[in-house]
């Protein structure tokens, strides 16, 4: 892993917060209905033609929000589970959780059912793969457990896959279909406040005890024998890690649906600017990866007069991002 910019912590926390307020800002004014800051302000806080509070309180802000939510939550699921794995190419897909959310929300599309039962079915199915993919490790005997967690996942998680692509198959091809494509790929086109209130408190029940366990998370990150050594119970804080981690990207893959990327990049460049500590990357990592999904969401409803899904946008701006980063070579890594 690298060692990170020697920047002094709180430069480093104002600039990341006066870049979000920044980028909220401009999000807020960026769209077919352009508005100028001291309008967008003046919307926000009830002020304003009824036109622009209609936009700005109504459409924008709560995609705002989110993508600010989504952003940090994946961001922050990433990291943690990079450092849990002490491997650099793990996501918070490694487990199976997002092909575990989107079976379940491919299951509630499928029969018919409304937008709140579709994302309740998606945070079941993100954290029943988990669950699953944890009983079934637990079960192998004589291989590494984290090896084992691993393995388990991919398999869990082609399984899923493939329960989805059989569901593709039978769904009606002219109202089924389009939404199970459009929702696997990822969107806060349609996203509103009620959708954005269930998940808050999700997430907070994740990242807490993340916050919290900052400093045994980086002893773990050491092997577990090194980590029983120093006191550190492994197989504990593992577990906990692993829940609050799938907590978190179950809840908001349930809001917006598969986004890929943005939990196996940022936490790279939260590397970049603060090193490996996970005291000072978790929350480095959920502040970039607020403010580059933001960025994202406003690009995806701004570059043309149809909406890009998220998870086209995050690919081809992360896969050539990851491609140089394989250039960099494994140094910064270890």
């Known amino acids: 892993m690298s060692r990170g910019l020697p920047l002094p912590r709180l430069t480093l926390g104002l600039a990341l917060v006066a870049a979000l307020v920044a980028l909220s800002l401009a999000a807020l004014t960026i769209g077919p209905f352009p508005l100028s800051v001291p309008e967008a302000l003046a919307a926000l806080f009830g002020a304003g033609e009824p036109q622009s509070q209609l936009v700005v309180q109504n459409i924008r802000l709560p995609r705002v929000v989110a993508a600010l939510l989504v952003g940090a939550a994946l961001a922050a699921a990433g990291a943690s589970y990079q450092t849990l794995f002490r491997n650099p190419l793990v996501s918070p897909d490694i487990l199976g959780v997002s092909a575990g959310a989107g079976l379940g929300a491919v299951i509630g599309i499928f029969l018919s059912l409304p937008v709140a039962f579709i994302q309740l079915f998606a945070f079941a199915g993100g954290m029943a793969a988990v669950l699953l993919v944890m009983l079934v490790a637990s079960a192998v005997r004589n291989t590494d457990h984290v090896l084992a967690l691993v393995l388990t996942g991919v398999v869990i998680g082609a399984l899923a896959g493939a329960a989805t692509s059989l569901l593709k198959v039978l769904a ?163």
């Not at 091809?173 to 990822?186: E, N, R, V």
């Not at 577990?239 to 799938?246: C, K």
């Open 172 to 334: 009606d091809p002219y109202d089924q279909l389009p939404a199970i494509t459009f929702w696997l790929l990822g969107s806060l086109a349609s996203t509103t406040t009620t959708d954005i209130l269930p998940a808050l408190p999700a997430v907070a029940l994740g990242l807490v005890p993340l916050f919290l366990l900052r400093w045994r998370i980086n002893v773990l990150a050491l092997g577990d024998d090194e980590a029983r050594a120093l006191g550190v119970e492994a197989g504990r804080i593992r577990f906990t890690v692993i829940a609050a981690a799938t907590l978190v990207t179950a809840s908001v893959t349930a809001v917006a649906g598969v986004v890929g990327w943005v939990g196996l990049v940022i936490p790279h460049i939260g590397r970049m600017l603060v090193g490996p500590s996970f005291a000072r990357l978790l929350p480095v990592s959920a502040a970039l990866g607020a403010g580059y999904l933001l960025v994202v969401d406003t690009l995806a409803r701004t570059i043309g007069e149809v909406e890009v899904p998220l998870g086209i946008l995050t690919a081809v701006i992360g896969a050539p991002f990851f491609v140089w980063l394989l250039a960099r070579g494994r140094r910064g890594w270890s």
